[in-house]
C-alpha cells in the first residue's frame, strides 16, 4: 500500500511564498504522473498541478500559472510544489496524489489518481 506525506503548510501572510512537499513510499515514485489538488471550506476539490514521471511534462491550474512550480525528485521519491506571490484565496488543505499514467486533461481529475495523502494546511493572511 503506497503512502504519501505531505508537509510545508503553514500561516504565510500575502504575498509570500512557501514550498509543500510530499514524501512517497514503498511506491514505485518514478513511473507515477504526481499532483497536487486543494480544498478550501466548503469547496470541492480542485486540481493545483501535475507533474509527469520524469518531469518532462508539467500541468496548472490557470488560478496559479505564473506563481507556482511543480518539480520532482526520482532518487528521493518526493515531489514539491513551490508556491509565491500567495493569495488570501490559496488558502486550503493541500493533497498530494499519484497516478500510474494520465495524459492531458485526464491529470486534472481527482478521480484518476490512484492514491492520496492526508494533506497539508496553508493559511494565507491578508
Known amino acids: 500500500q503506497a503512502r504519501l506525506v505531505e508537509s510545508g503548510g503553514e500561516l504565510v501572510q500575502a504575498g509570500g511564498s512557501l514550498r509543500l512537499a510530499c514524501a512517497a513510499s514503498?511506491?514505485?515514485?518514478?513511473?507515477?504522473?504526481m499532483g497536487w489538488f486543494r480544498q478550501a471550506p466548503g469547496k470541492e476539490r480542485e486540481f493545483v498541478a501535475a507533474?509527469?514521471?520524469?518531469?518532462?511534462?508539467?500541468y496548472f491550474a490557470d488560478s496559479v500559472k505564473g506563481r507556482f512550480t511543480i518539480s520532482r525528485d526520482n532518487a528521493e521519491n518526493t515531489v514539491y510544489l513551490q508556491m509565491n506571490s500567495l493569495k488570501p484565496a490559496d488558502t486550503a488543505v493541500y493533497y498530494c496524489?499519484?497516478?500510474?499514467?494520465?495524459?492531458?486533461?485526464?491529470?486534472?481529475?481527482?478521480?484518476?489518481?490512484?492514491?492520496w495523502g492526508q494533506g497539508t494546511q496553508v493559511t494565507v493572511s491578508s
Open positions: 496524489a499519484a497516478v500510474y499514467y494520465c495524459s492531458g486533461s485526464e491529470c486534472y481529475d481527482p478521480s484518476r489518481y490512484d492514491y
Open positions: 514503498p511506491l514505485s515514485f518514478n513511473l507515477y504522473t
Open positions: 507533474i509527469s514521471w520524469n518531469g518532462g511534462t508539467t
